[in-house]
């Protein structure tokens, strides 16, 4: 066995598995009530922004998008969002949808943990964490 490929494979699977190794970690993180993301119809050429909150399913053409977590550094640390996505889609004739991507994407590097698919092209945004302002401060008094 190669012995450094063998490194580089276990270092790039721990990137594509853990959003830690990108920044955000789970000890202080702030987690997202939805995930916002961009969608491309490669067919029509048409750009869409939409949310998907967490364990909610949204479908986006034929696919089907449920985020099971959205996860976003704080405000003192580099900006980065990552979000856990099961993304299925539905075929004409089949009886249940095919698993086209399962894992977490990342929003400063989308193409680390990128779905193919021959039609649509789906990408994290950002994450919408709640107001943690207290209801004094978000009106200016």
């Known amino acids: 066995m190669n012995r ?5 494979g276990l270092l790039l699977a721990a990137a594509v598995i853990s959003p830690a190794v990108l920044g955000v970690s789970p000890a202080h993180a ?7 993301l961009g969608g491309l119809d490669k067919v029509t050429g048409r750009i869409s922004q939409f949310e998907v909150p967490v364990a909610k399913t949204v479908e986006f053409g034929n696919l089907r998008i449920i985020a099971r ?19 299925s889609e539905q075929k004409e004739g089949a009886s249940k949808p095919a698993i086209v991507f399962r894992g977490w994407m990342f929003a400063s590097s989308p193409a680390l943990s990128a779905m193919e698919h021959p039609v649509y092209d789906v990408w ?4 919408r964490v709640p107001n943690t302002e207290p209801k004094d401060k978000a009106k200016g008094n």
């Open 124 to 127: 994290v945004v950002s994450c």
């Open 30 to 36: 702030i987690k997202g009530e939805a995930v916002v």
């Open 69 to 87: 977590s959205c996860d976003k550094t704080p405000p003192t640390e580099p900006p980065e969002s990552a979000a856990f996505l099961n993304i």
């Open 4 to 8: 450094p490929r063998y490194l580089a």
